[in-house]
């Protein structure tokens, strides 16, 4: 019930579906996180900010994967407080 991503054959490719909004993302983010020990988590957010980040490990993981982007697009950005309740 919750979105679907799909991986390509590049680090950017993303295909969504069946995209939840709300509580019910927080709930499966949560259920993956304790079943999967280091995950992180990047969610889109309607805020100003843009973006809720779970945790230094997904902005490392980023700027590992794809530093440009990272230098452009995540300068800056810290882990947000309290990520569950503000996803």
Known sequence: DGAVAYAG??????????????SVVAESLQVIAAA????????EIN?????AISSQTYLDTIRRHNPVFA?????????TDNFFATV
Request: proline share 6%; no cysteine.
């Open 47 to 51: 805020a100003a900010d843009g973006i």
């Open 71 to 79: 230098d452009k697009m995540l300068r800056g950005r810290t882990p």
């Open 9 to 22: 054959d590049a680090f950017d490719e993303l295909v969504f579906e069946r995209v939840a909004a709300g």
């Open 36 to 43: 999967v020990p280091g995950v992180s988590f990047g969610a």
